[in-house]
């Protein structure tokens, strides 16, 4: 079973930048990075399925980017012009298999793997 570890959270100003890191214990694909504030649902923000199709929630479309470095068993999640309204819990999910296709990739029953999270404040 891979092991998920989330890194690069912060506190930034609105505008700023950060970059998450999801270090995976072997080599997986079917990755998502989601996000969650207390006292709602977990919401899907970007993902990206064996192939490398990726898909991301309308909020952040054109601000951040998901990628994954094979070598480095790692997915990354590049939050550029970020708002106060971005700040959240952030956690990297895997399935854990292979998958191909974007359609279940924002939703958080689809994957069973998950890290402890990387906390991101946006302050105004």
């Known amino acids: 079973q891979v092991q998920l570890v989330e890194s690069g959270g912060g506190s930034v100003q609105a505008g700023g930048s950060l970059r998450l890191s999801c270090a995976a214990s072997?080599?997986?694909?079917?990755m998502a990075w989601f996000r969650q504030v207390p006292g709602s649902e977990r919401e899907g923000v970007a993902g990206?399925?064996?192939?490398?199709?990726?898909i991301y929630a309308d909020s952040v479309t054109g601000r951040f980017t998901i990628s994954q470095d094979n070598a480095k068993n790692t997915l990354y999640l590049q939050m550029n012009s970020l708002k106060p309204e971005d700040s959240a819990m952030y956690y990297c999910?895997?399935?854990?298999?292979?998958?191909?296709?974007?359609?279940?990739?924002?939703?958080?029953?689809?994957?069973?793997?998950w890290g402890q999270g990387t906390q991101v404040t946006v302050s105004s």
């Open positions: 999910a895997s399935k854990g298999l292979s998958c191909s296709g974007t359609g279940s990739l924002l939703w958080s029953g689809f994957f069973p793997l």
């Open positions: 072997r080599s997986t694909s079917c």
């Open positions: 990206m399925d064996t192939y490398g199709e990726t």
